[in-house]
């Protein structure tokens, strides 16, 4: 493993040789990045099929501990990172909303799976949601069914690279104000997504206007 | 363990017993028999009480769209083994009543809630008839052959080219939403109001007790669908009086899905890719049961070679399920991932044949009609060996001498979640659960597959019932399956690995078959109907995980409130195959 502090050090800021072991020079952002990519902490959290691959990642042959990431949290306050493993049912989906809406900033999700990153197999299925990304914004991608342990931690390291690439000015969450939670869908005759509600409104109104043309659907 | 032979069900002459009641199924390829809907019940208790087929092995619907009825079939079994006694009632579809069998066979308590969802039958004398699998409120029962889902395009696979014109579409450019979403005519967001889980809770309420001198409120708590001892997405609402438990309701559907749906639009051949993904710790065995369904409908076997290597996959998953099993049962009693790392270690090396033979760690989608898809790959031969005589025996009695008699599990295990062998029969528990209540039925036995009868292996079996037996019986199967492996890796005989030429379209003739074999946590059975057509008309999964919950509430009653994850984790359902 390198050194941390040399992984840290800015080259363009010279120290005197004989200090080198004493202090290193560095930015907030780096710092502040390489705490949080190596403490990325995701949530206890399993759906499906991939979820058994996410804990054979976490045993001791494929060990995300190597990461920093082997703290699963079962409680949504304690987690950076969901890991969406498994198929998105409607059932279940708003759930997935309320406990990502728990979560505290900064959070990041990982779509596990073709079932999480868009319906996968079971797409057509009438209760299965296409895609995690339908309802809450996903930060990695991984395809596979189910991926490979090795799939989820190539997905892991891309997410902190991904960490690496922020900058402290311009993350959402030391913006003003408190973000937005994303509205949870209700269960109704299929599933509501209340951010779809004026559109549903418009076709119903649309649908009422000319019931003759709804009739030859 | 002797068994005296059951009557076959052609010699039971039902029709003298129940003159006008009963006929005989006559549709070309069927069996079984047509009970009609006000003597159900009378059949039932008659054939559980002096036919001897007292259990109730499953129960689904089929919808018979063209005909105008649906029709519910029920699979009894004799303890002694043999064949099924199927019966049938039908229903008209625009009037679907039908009388409920809980007060006969308590094991149907699930699958008739199951059929009510999704089908839309109602049960007269069910005393829980709510949607099992989809939410109170949904629009519709779908898996009737006239509703069609959101992303519905043709009623079955291969559909026409999806990219005419080399143009290609998806499925949400077809809905006005881009969503998998379908609302009924006239619905407003405004002119609904949510369900929420009122219908759930209703029952539970908080109840005082009379008498007491302290005022006491039952309270009601919920674990799940996000829990970490769930196995999954798993909800369980308990009533609790103190920390007793004073009632117990599993609520699933979180994973539902659409299984069965998505089955009777994809071709025969389409569905083994999907049986993988039911219970997904043990996809090889569930391949098996489906491959056998088909094979008795298309009349064929598969060589000599193939049956062997069928055999030494699903014991080897077998092995692999009670290692995860016990691993994480020992999580719910809290020794937190240390025993579960030792049994991942050793399933990890089954895995590493199942991705050598079959090209995928889990989902070996490794089984054709008639066949497998590939031979072994060269080398795997002597890594089996090594793995089934020399290294998993030693670490099976490893993990026994570790966990057996450690007393924290001795003491939190025994005397809990009993269930007696009279409730596992009634309530159709299946697998290591039946058989730790001294029930020795075992499919493998019972009614042997592929080429069980040629092996000599022990049904295992404990007498208590307890969570601890539960435990203990997944070591005595592990041990067994080794004896199973060692024979069949000695006489694995060479040729051919698949009959005739493989072929991505299966010609299935008409009519009706049931597989099922004993997967590691129960039987499981595949009840396919054809009517010659690429696809199945009817593909039902009776799935142990999801029937073998009946009794889960039954088992907790009187335990404390932290017995429940152990209970659940002795059960060891797998959500999967528990919703579909």
Known sequence: ?217 | MAIAPAPTATDLKLEERFPGAVAKDTRKNYTGYIVAADKLIEVATAARDQLGYTYLSSATAVDYLEEGKLEMVYHLYNLGGGPALMLKAQAPRDDAVLPSLVSVFPGADLQEREAWDLFGIRFTGHPNLKRILMWEGFEGHPMRKDWKEAYYEEDGKPFEARWPGGEFYRAEQNNPFGHNVKYPGGFTVEGWTPEGDKALYAGMGAITEAGSAMKTDHIVVNLGPQHPSTHGVFRIVVTLDGETIVDLQPVMGYLHRNHEKIGERNTFLQNIPFTDRLDYISSMSNNLGYVLAVEKLMGIKPPERAEYLRVIMVELTRICNHLWAIGFLLNDLGAFFTPALYAIKERELILDVFEAVSGSRMMCNYMRFGGLVRDLPAGIEARLRELIYERLPRKIDELDGYLTNNEIIRSRCLGVGVLPREQAIAYSMAGPVLRASGVPYDVRRAEPYSIYDRFDFNVALRENGDTYDRYVIRIDEMRESLKILQQAMRDLPGGDIQTGKPQYQARVPAGEAYGRVENPKGELGYYVISTGKPNPYRYHIRAPSFINLTAFGEMCKGHKVADVVVILGSIDIVLGETDR
């Open chain 1, 1 to 217: 493993m390198t050194n941390p502090a040399q992984e840290l050090m800015n080259p363009a800021l010279p120290v005197p040789a004989d200090m080198q072991t004493n202090i290193f020079i560095t930015t907030l952002d780096k710092i502040y990045n390489w705490s949080r990519r190596n403490s990325c902490w995701p949530m206890m959290f399993g759906l499906a099929c991939c979820a058994i691959e996410m804990i054979c990642t976490a045993a001791s042959r494929y060990d995300l501990s190597r990461f920093g990431m082997e703290v699963m949290r079962p409680s949504a306050r304690q987690a950076d990172l969901m890991i969406v493993s498994g198929t998105v049912t409607k059932k279940m989906v708003p759930q997935i909303v309320r406990l990502y809406n728990q979560m505290p900033e900064p959070k990041y999700v990982l779509a596990m799976g073709a079932c999480a990153s868009g319906g996968g197999p079971f797409k057509e299925g009438y209760n299965v949601v296409s895609g995690m990304d339908k309802y809450v914004p996903v930060d990695v991608y991984v395809p596979g069914c189910p991926p490979t342990p090795q799939a989820l931690l190539h997905g892991l390291i891309t997410l902190q690279k991904k960490i690496d690439g922020q900058s402290i000015m311009t993350v959402p969450w030391y913006q003003k104000g408190p973000s937005e939670p994303i509205p949870v869908p209700i269960l109704g005759p299929d599933i509501i997504d209340p951010r779809q509600a004026p559109l549903l409104r418009q076709l119903a109104a649309q649908a009422a206007a000319a019931p003759v043309a709804e009739a030859k659907e």
